[in-house]
Every structure is written in C-alpha cells, then in structure tokens.
C-alpha cells in the first residue's frame, strides 16, 4: 500500500499496534526519512540486525498518524547506509550504536564517528550483534580515550562529573564547561551500564524474553513487559483476553503514578524542601505495599507476559485498590497547594531547565518531557490500542518547558491516572487472564508500543526457529531525551542540573543497554 | 508554613522497628576488628555504586530512606563520595564498562571497608549473566562481605544486609 507521498510500497505488520513495513533501497531510505521529516514527522526508533542472510539497519518513524517501519538490507565487507542525523538530531547516538554492536556505519559529512556504547571492553574490529560473534567472549580491556568536544575561551573549565554519581542513581558521566557557575555547554556520554542485553535475548525463547524485557529500565518493568508481550503476541497473531489487558492497563497507570511520586518528592528536596520528599516517599511506600498485596511484587515484575496477565485481582484486592485512589487524591490535593504556595520552591522551579517546543521538535523529544513543553504527545491517545481505546485519558500537556512545568505535569497525570484507576476497576471485564502462548513460525515479525511513564517504549522482534528470539530490539524514549537534556542545562548554574536532570528522570540502563 | 506543619502533624510519625540482621547474607566473616565494627555501628557511611544495574535497585535503595525505613534514623547514611564512606552498597552484573570505576571507587574507600552487594545480579550476575559485556557478579571484580539477593531486595531485606555487615557479635 502507498503512504500518502511515500515511495514505498508498504505491508501491514499485524498486530495490537499496526505498523507498515518496507524494504527499500539506501537512495529511498533517505528520500523517505527527508519526506517524513519535511512533513512534520518523527523518528521513534533506529537500529540494525543481523539475521542471517545480510545485515540490516531498521528505521521506525511516525508519519500520517502511522507507524512506518522502514528495512534497509545492507551488503559487502564495510557496509554502509545514508545518514539520518541531519535531519533528526537524536539518530546520532542511535546510528553511533548500531556500529558499534553490528558494525555498519551511516555515511554522511556530518556523521559522529566516535563510539558511544562501546567503551574498553571489545575491540573496535568486534560487533557483538553480529550473528557470529560468541557472546561469552571477553577480551583484555582497550584504552578508553574519548575526545570530548572542548569550549576554549577566557575562563572557561571543565566540570567532569561520573560514572559514580553523588546520589543513589545511575552510572554516566556528564562533562561541564563553564564560566564561574554558569553551564556554557554540557556533553552526556553514556553506556556504562551496558550488559549485553540484546545478545542475550537472542538465547531465549519468544515465551520467557519478557522477564529480561521488564528489566531493561527497572523503573518501566510493566511497559516494558507489555511492549514486548504485545511485540511476541503479534508475531503470533494471538490476541490476549479483553481482562489481561485491562490489568496491564492498571498496572502501567499503578507504574506512572508510583514513579511521578517518586519524583515529585524528589524534584521538591533537590529544591531544598526536605518536606517533600518525605511526604511522597511515605506515598510512594504505600503504594508500592498495595501492589504487593495485590499483586505480589512491589514494582510489578513479571506480572505481564506473552498471551495474557501472570496474576488476577481478587475482590478483597480491589477493595484496597479503590481505597488507594481516594487517599492518594485527596494528599496530592493538599501537597499540590502546598507546593503552589511556596515562594522559595517555585523561584528554583520556574523558569529553571527551559526547553521551547520548536527546540523540543527539533530535537524530537518525547513522552512527558515533550507534553510540559507543548508537544501533544501520547500513545495513549493518539495510538490507543485496547483498553486505552475504551478508557480514553485525557492527554495533560503544559506550556512552560521549565522544571515547574515538568512537575505541575507529573501532578495532573497522577491525577489523571488515578481517575483511570478508577475507571479500570469499574469496567474491568470477566474473563481469563491468559491464554496460552503458541510457539510462532520462524521469521515472524511484531512491533510492541507502550507509553510508559517517562515516555513511548518501543519493542520490535524477530522470531527464530523453534520458538526461539532472534533478534529483539528495545528502545527506550531516553535515546530522544537524553540530547535535550544538554540544551535544557545551558545558561543554567551548574548547581541546578541535579534538579533539571531529576525533572527529566532518563534512563541509563534502558538506553545503554 | 502553616500547611507544612499541619500536613506533617496530620502524618504523625509512619517509621516502624528496624529489622534484624541476618546471618544468611554474610559471605565473608570477621574481615574486621570487632572493636572497629563496634564504632561503625554509631554512624555508618554508605557510598552507593550502581555497576550496571536495571535501576530496580536503586528504587529499594531509596525506599530505604523513607520514612517507614527511616534508615537515617539507625545512623546510617549516604555520602557523595567514597572518600567518606565506611561502606560500598554496590548493584547490578558489573558491566565491563563499569570495572574500571567500580575498582577505582573500592581503591578511594578509606580501609577498613566493608562491601555489601544488592539484588540477585550483584549475587550471581542474575538474568544479565556473564557475556562480553557483563562481568557478572560483584565478587568477581572486588571482595564482597553480605550478598543480598533479591530482584529486586525489599527495603527491611537491604536494610538487613547492611546491618549484618556492621553486626558486632559476628565478628567478635
């Protein structure tokens, strides 16, 4: 099928999320990215595979209200594909990965050409991703020198920052250059926390890869899990029963509201408001207990799965369930007026961390960084796939871009939430809770899309023989995010980057996988 | 101000009694005097090191701080640097890119020094394993007192580990 201006002729990928798939040639892949891009389009996703016959670079995009994805076959000893970074700035570290793992470079003037996963521990001339490479292997460590871009000029100096931070938070390293306390530039590098995820998928099996999905970014267990059930389930045109997915719908919604409250304590004590942080951790707490008791795991792990749900909400259950959701409301109420009133707050609140939505376009941002600076970005509404198509939330989106904007944004979605909690309980269908997992033909493909609570989680996979993965590809939105983060701290002090960092709350593992 | 205090009088105080220690977790014993352990007990200083977790972790390790653990409470806190910690509380499978750093880190904590490995991939390397980019378990890159497995650990579970790390009778 034709897309509106688009080249290609494009193939439905069946599925709870439909996307539209092509192969094409290098001369179209760049001719469509451009069409795409000057139609006001988005990159959501750029990887490569190799599955046997020839390695490959994938492209996942959003135009015309469709998921494109795009499948460019490359060939010979150095292969190569056009450059997207141009055009959407966040391909850059995306194509810099997909050297470094399976060693196909993107040809371009402009192209980055140092290596951004890959750090000391394999050689230059090793691509992990690549069908051959023996995942066990360990080499003696390389030097690991990496030319950061320098700021010269009368009293500048560097900050270097990481991978072992201050706080009990990821590990990356952030390299400030500054005049007396104001940032002039920040450069992120990243992929510390890179452990072979994606090879080790390719030694599971399509049923059980959703335990090492749900850990790909901890924070994110269930919109991870659920992006790759929906991604396995579609490979194996298998729908899972109306109930499985409304009780992933409430523990994704139980997801957002739990880490929103995680960080609105946070943002309130990295703004000196102690109080803060002990009044949504003491939230936070009981929250994460009542899922616990219904559910049997605080953070929700493994409860969704390919083929339906691993638990069931029993009554009792629901009961606490519903209390949940009147208590929390009514302390968000009265902290939210509390955070509204405080002077000293809001001076380090507003206008701290400022991202305007041309930059965020341009950049490509995404999830609810890109709603508090304007962008109406949410799956939930704008692709919705059972139940989010019944439950219908509306999408909160705020103008500022600042670090206040961010946190009024995390208020009125745990608001929102809450209220499709509710919505959740009352109209939860009878039912199963799974059904079971057929083994799908080899070389199936699926595509699972989930908005997470940071922003929208992407799983596209292939299947092996006998039920096995072979290849499995998870993006987290923090690969778009993570560049904005550099803009947002410009012009700012260095001591507000902790609180413009934690009111974007990116992910180091998911992206570094 | 006025809301501020109302809300915390309105909450009152939600801390509960601190576990235990337990002695399930501890790999080595009586690495330390008992008398130096007896000081640590008064106030210890922990210095977090995530070598490549999921970030699972790191949330339990929060929680901890809340005010149902109310870890500050027992005289343990987190510092900003391994110069003033008397503890490593290290997650993850240490990524290879990870090594380096985590073997610096050990280097800069001032002896003695105790190290208590989190979740079920500091234990074993967990559903990471070991490849060419996990060098699995904590143990295998420094030496490593209390293993807490877990995926990931509850708050009285972290909390445990820490406790039997610095649990004077062990030793003595």
């Known amino acids: 099928m034709k897309i509106d201006i688009l080249v290609p002729e494009f193939e439905p990928v069946p599925g709870a999320v439909i996307a539209w798939r092509a192969e094409v040639d290098a001369a179209t892949w760049r001719l469509s990215a451009h069409q795409v891009w000057e139609h006001g389009g988005r990159l959501i996703a750029l990887w490569a595979a190799d599955t046997g016959r020839s390695p490959s670079v994938h492209l996942a995009l959003v135009f015309a209200g469709r998921l494109l994805w795009l499948s460019l076959p490359v060939k010979g000893p150095e292969p190569e594909y056009p450059d997207l970074s141009d055009l959407f700035p966040a391909a850059a570290r995306m194509q810099r990965a997909v050297f470094d793992l399976v060693g196909i470079r993107a040809r371009g003037d402009l192209v980055d050409k140092r290596r951004w996963l890959r750090h000391g521990a394999w050689p230059v001339s090793e691509f992990p991703l690549r069908r051959g490479f023996d995942a066990g292997r360990r080499f003696d460590p390389v030097a690991d020198d990496y030319a950061f871009v320098r700021v010269a000029g009368d009293g500048v100096h560097e900050i270097a920052v990481g991978p072992v931070h201050a706080g009990a938070i990821e590990p990356g390293h952030f390299r400030f250059s500054v005049v007396g306390e104001r940032v002039l530039r920040l450069e992120e590098r990243l992929g510390y926390a890179h452990k072979g995820i994606e090879k080790r998928f390719e030694t599971l099996g399509v049923h059980d890869g959703y335990r090492l999905a749900g850990r790909v970014s901890g924070d994110s267990t269930v919109a991870y899990a659920w992006a790759y059930s929906m991604a396995a389930e579609a490979a194996a045109g298998l729908t899972p029963p109306p109930r499985a997915l409304w009780l992933r719908a409430l523990w994704l919604e139980r997801e957002r509201i739990a880490n929103h409250l995680g960080d609105l304590g946070h943002i309130g004590n990295d703004a000196g408001l102690g109080f803060a942080l002990a ?190 993965l072979r290849r499995v590809h998870p993006h987290d939105p923090s690969w778009r995010n993570w560049p904005v983060l550099e803009h947002a701290i410009i012009g700012n002090i260095v001591p507000d980057f902790p609180l413009i960092n934690k009111s974007f709350n990116l992910s180091y593992s998911g992206q570094d996988l | 101000m006025y809301r501020i205090l109302r809300q915390i009088a309105r909450t009152g105080i939600v801390s509960e009694t601190p576990p235990r220690p337990d002695e399930a977790y501890r790999l080595l014993s009586a690495r330390l005097r008992a008398e130096v352990l007896r000081s640590f007990a008064g106030a210890l200083s922990i210095r977090h090191v995530d070598a490549g977790s999921c970030n699972g972790c790191e949330l339990e390790i929060h929680a901890t701080s809340n005010p149902v653990y109310n870890l500050e409470g027992l005289g343990i806190r987190f510092v900003a640097s391994p110069r003033h910690a008397d503890m490593l509380l290290v997650t993850g499978p240490v990524s290879r890119n990870m090594e380096t750093a985590l073997r610096r880190t050990y280097d800069a904590t001032p002896a003695p020094r105790l190290v208590v490995a989190i979740g079920d991939c500091g234990c074993t390397g967990g559903i990471f394993g070991e490849s060419y980019a996990s060098a699995g378990r904590v143990s295998k890159v420094i030496p490593v007192d209390v293993a807490v497995p877990g995926c990931p650990p509850t708050p009285v579970q972290i909390i445990q580990g820490i406790l039997t790390a610095i649990e004077v009778r062990a030793a003595s």
């Not at chain 1, 939230?283 to 969704?304: I, T």
């Not at chain 1, 600076?373 to 198509?389: E, I, Q, V």
């Not at chain 1, 269908?429 to 908005?451: D, F, K, M, S």
């Open chain 1, 279 to 468: 009044q949504f951790s003491r939230l936070k707490e009981d929250w994460l207990r009542s899922n616990q008791y219904a559910f049997g795991h605080r953070y929700l792990m493994d409860r969704v799965l390919p083929g339906g749900a691993a638990v069931d909400l029993a009554d009792d259950a629901m009961m606490r369930m519903r209390d949940d959701i009147v208590r929390v409301r009514g302390e968000i109420a009265r902290l939210r007026v509390i955070f509204d009133e405080h002077p000293g707050l809001q001076d380090r609140l507003v206008g701290t961390g400022r991202v305007t939505r041309e930059l965020g376009e341009r950049l490509g941002m995404t999830g609810l960084a890109a709603r508090a600076s304007g962008m109406p970005l949410d799956l939930r509404s704008s692709f919705p796939c059972a139940p989010y198509d019944a439950l219908q939330p509306r999408m909160v989106v705020h103008e500022g871009g600042d670090v206040a904007a961010r946190t009024a944004l995390r208020f009125d979605e745990v608001i929102e939430s809450l209220q499709c909690c509710g919505r959740i309980l009352d109209g939860m269908p009878e039912g199963n809770i799974a059904t079971l997992y057929p083994t799908p033909e080899e070389g199936a493909v699926g595509i699972g899309w989930v908005e997470g609570w940071r922003g929208d989680i992407l799983i596209a996979l292939e299947t092996g023989s006998n039920g096995a």
